[in-house]
């Protein structure tokens, strides 16, 4: 009797050790989720664009338009504010108003006449010309530092609106191989560059497609 209760538990253990190791199974099972692709974001690159301009007369642009359009491109305006040149400003800054007085009166003596003393300016400048061609306003200034007076060449910068013509689908180094005049696009005073990039684009704009993972 004693030898079949000892057997009875040896099934009874071995019984345990098999639900055990059920349960252990089940319990991995459970803990590991079931498999899924990994996505992979696909960037897709921006096609290409160059741009024309600036065309600070609206005619003209519209006709470069018309003409690029005629052969065949993508094309469409846009406006914007250029910084334009007016030219190359001389001046003398002065510490003071008397200062500026006898710069005055120095420049004149000189024989320079076209001298403007500026009322209420914070550095008290005197005109000294403006010059289109910036060589002729480095002259002036070297001939009013032989006065020994310290001049100053800016350039005159003015703001102008101004249309940019975005050509889509091609790069700026094809547009200018020669495509533009074969157009009837004269370059004279525009630029080729490539078209702005939007402010708003971010990275997550750039992404065109999700796909699994291989």
């Given at each position: 009797m004693i030898r079949n209760l000892v057997l009875a538990l040896l099934a009874l253990n071995l019984l345990y050790l098999v639900w055990a190791q059920w349960l252990d199974h089940e319990d991995?099972?459970?803990?590991?989720?079931?498999?899924?692709?990994?996505?992979?974001?696909?960037?897709?690159?921006?096609s290409p664009c160059a741009t024309v301009g600036p065309f600070t007369e609206?005619?003209?642009?519209?006709?470069?338009?018309?003409?690029?359009?005629?052969?065949?491109f993508?094309?469409?305006s846009r406006e914007s504010t250029e910084a334009l040149r007016e030219g190359w400003w001389v001046h003398v800054d002065n510490a003071d108003q008397d200062q500026q007085s006898r710069t005055f009166e120095a420049l004149r003596?000189?024989?320079?006449?076209?001298v403007f003393?500026?009322?209420?300016?914070?550095?008290?400048?005197?005109?000294?010309?403006?010059?289109?061609?910036?060589?002729?306003?480095?002259?002036?200034?070297?001939?009013?530092?032989?006065?020994?007076?310290?001049?100053?060449?800016?350039e005159r910068l003015r703001d102008q609106a101004a249309v940019w013509l975005d050509v889509t689908g091609i790069a700026r180094e094809a547009l200018r191989d020669g495509r533009l005049a074969a157009a009837g696009v004269a370059l004279d005073g525009l630029r080729v560059e490539s078209c702005p990039t939007p402010a708003a684009a971010s990275p997550a704009a750039a992404v065109t497609d999700i796909i699994p993972a291989p």
């Open positions: 991995q099972a459970r803990a590991v989720p079931a498999s899924q692709p990994h996505l992979v974001a696909v960037t897709v690159g921006a609206p005619l003209l642009a519209l006709q470069a338009q018309e003409k690029l359009k005629a052969g065949g993508t094309v469409q003596r000189a024989g320079i006449t076209d003393a500026i009322p209420d300016d914070p550095k008290f400048r005197v005109s000294v010309g403006v010059f289109a061609i910036e060589a002729r306003a480095e002259d002036r200034a070297a001939q009013v530092q032989r006065l020994r007076l310290d001049a100053v060449v800016s």
